[in-house]
């Protein structure tokens, strides 16, 4: 029996092969959909995916402003923050931060699915949220998937 052949291949910075997708949320649960985005861009959907490396694809999500909470969460639901001073903490709901920007509630919820810490800041750069049906990464020739 050839041991060599049974050797664990760890993926690195150099032989890791990214590819850019496409994700359209018109419609889909805030919940349900980020996690299937936190996969892809971690790379769990690979067999290469080795834990400690950069593996997954660069994520373009587009209609952001569309997608979707289930029961009474737009208002219910309390995003809780904290300047970091006495009497700092903040409390915003989710569809308040909508208000704000409709990409910062895609954006939130997919950085909470990612790791916490270097790789996880760095992974969280591989996300491109759009408002709208139109992105400008067409020379990347992404490919659309559904989810």
């Excluded at 649960?29 to 299937?36: F, T």
């Excluded at 936190?38 to 952001?64: L, M, Q, Y």
């Excluded at 009497?87 to 915003?92: A, M, V, W, Y």
Aim: glycine share 8%.
């Amino acid at each position: 029996m050839d041991t060599l052949s049974f050797k664990t291949i760890s993926a690195n910075k150099a032989t890791v092969e990214k590819q850019w997708v496409v994700v359209d949320v018109e419609g889909k649960v805030l919940g349900r959909i980020s996690s299937e985005i936190a996969k892809i861009i971690r790379g769990k959907h690979k067999p290469s995916f080795t834990p400690n490396v950069d593996c997954g694809d660069n994520v373009i999500v587009i209609n952001a402003d569309k997608v979707r909470l289930t029961g009474k969460k737009w208002n219910d639901r309390v995003y809780v923050s904290h300047t970091g001073y006495p009497g700092g903490q903040r409390e915003i709901t989710p569809l308040q931060l909508k208000a704000k920007s409709s990409t910062f509630l895609v954006e939130r919820a997919v950085r909470g699915m990612l790791p916490k810490g270097r790789l996880g800041r760095a992974l969280f750069n591989n996300l491109h949220v759009y408002t709208g049906n139109e992105h400008p990464h067409e020379a990347q020739q992404p490919k659309e998937i559904k989810i």
